[in-house]
DNA sequence: AAATTTTATCACATAATGTGTTAACAATGG
DNA sequence: CCATTGTTAACACATTATGTGATAAAATTT
């Protein structure tokens, strides 16, 4: 009365193996007969699931159990928030493309944040994009009217981009018109970052820019991490969306910053 | 008694894919209902396989038929060469990467060539790699004991790397141990590629590196190109697999080369 | 409008792949 | 050393994914 065996699509799978990620990170570890159990697979399939997100360097697999890494400071790494809150990040990237016109030059900031920016502004030419970020390079790269220029330096497999002195130097000789850059992490009007190579290189990138566009989803805020970088009013503009906590904003206000919210269309599932 | 309808395994798709590509390269363009017949697939199934080929930018499709980029001086993009004289690339892989010692800053150039190094080189570790190939940091990103520096500047899509007098300058503040250097085409020891910014590329990287190697296959004899970067002789050696031309490696040893001639397994098919 | 070429849709064949079971294999812990 | 526990390999199966050709509809050229 077991032996139900049937071969889910790929789409289900993926998301399965997405659920087991996300609980492993909550609890910092799990047992792998439980994980089986409790997402209702035999335990050999839940191997194969963790095989996978092991070699996707997600988490380590031990004996018994697996583990996920050490959090960084906050968040685990960029493969992981990829799918979250879409709908917010595809507003914000809505509303942040209305600031590019053909043939400026754009500085793209590393982040989850600003990829759906990032698929938008294909449809502009000429534009010339200069980014840290290997992901930016690889969408917009095949493009005919968009000139991409990669900031070279030391490569960073978490964030799939470059960081550290290289970076920083590098951008010391570019100066772009207009700059869309994000943060993980802001309270009170600053912005934070886990990693403090790349809190540099945002500090320095807004020096290369002439008009500072900030992307932040409400999901940020609140939040701090290890390094700072600047605060709000260092941007030209500040976007975020309609979730963003009413003090949050006040806060920026107050600070002098220009914020603009952006409304979501359908109500996001929160998580 | 025609209607034969099957479902090939993906290799063998793909390899007739290639054949196309092939064919349409040489003849420079070819009528779509031609190359249906010629290939033995149904007119919707060759168009299938062309649409796929332009989606990858490697032809152009027209009504009625499909041109070829203009050649690049001599050969088509690097997706191209992709496939081609794995096995002479193999054996080349394995002779250079007895050249490498662990804790040495390596240089590794762009070329579908030096990538079976590159696979290899994932066993060593620690190692530093430089490199201007997006490939390269694709395939040793991960890799926990390496530490990878991107040479950044203008991307170029053709051959998924930067190019341009950004990575020339960023070259200069360089110093790799081992660099592993290709050519597209050497004629009596001379050395050329077809875009300028890759043969100036070549020439600043061999500046930047203590002991240079050249990895060249046997295909690559015998021709020229635009842009020549210097002679086999500036380099500390030359790697090449044993097909190559007998008068070719004489005029090499001539001009003072240490060339290193790596028998080849089994015997390759030709193209 | 006529001819030609492209795309859409269908039905089908088969390859690719996730699944659970069983059993062999490896590793840990007394 | 054995007993226990965890992992991997090998199957058989179910189902999804995908290439294929025929036909017809749509688009383009002449």
């Keep these: 009365m077991s032996s139900r065996r049937a071969r889910p699509p790929e789409a289900v799978v993926e998301e399965r193996r997405q659920d087991v990620l996300r609980h492993v990170i909550e609890h910092g570890e799990a047992r792998i007969d ?14 194969r699931d963790l095989d996978d997100l ?26 992981f928030r990829e799918g979250l809150h879409l709908t917010e990040k595809e507003a914000l990237g809505a509303a942040a493309v209305g600031e590019i016109s053909a043939g400026q030059t754009v500085f793209v900031d590393c982040s989850t ?10 449809e502009i030419e000429p534009l010339t994009v200069v980014t840290n970020s290997l ?23 978490e964030f799939d981009s470059c960081a ?28 934070f970052h886990p990693v403090q190579d790349y809190a540099a290189l945002k500090n320095a ?16 805020f609140g939040k701090t991490a290890t390094y700072a ?3 709000v009013s260092d941007y030209d503009l500040v976007i975020v969306d309609s979730r963003t906590p009413e003090d949050e ?9 220009a914020v603009r919210v952006v409304a979501l269309e359908e109500t996001a599932k929160e998580e």
């Excluded at 930016?136 to 960073?156: D, K």
């Design 205 to 220: 990138a807004r020096g290369s820019v002439h008009r500072n566009v900030l992307l932040v989803d409400h999901s940020k």
């Design 113 to 122: 944040t600003v990829f759906p920016l990032v698929n938008r502004m294909r």
């Design 54 to 79: 092991a070699e996707r360097g997600l988490l380590r697999k031990l004996r018994g159990k697996v583990a996920a890494f050490p959090a960084l400071t906050m968040e685990i790494a960029a493969r």
């Design 135 to 157: 992901r930016v390079v690889r969408i917009l790269g095949p493009c005919q009217g968009i000139e991409t220029v990669l900031i070279g330096g030391r490569y960073n497999n």
């Design 249 to 257: 904003i006040d806060a920026m206000i107050e600070l002098g910053a």
């Design 34 to 47: 439980e994980l089986g159990e409790r997402f209702g697979v035999s335990l050999m399939t839940m191997h």
């Design 229 to 231: 970088h600047g605060e």
């Design 164 to 191: 550290g002195p290289d970076v920083v130097d590098a951008l010391g000789d570019i100066r772009a018109d207009v700059g869309f850059i994000s943060a993980t992490a802001v309270a009170g009007g600053r912005l």
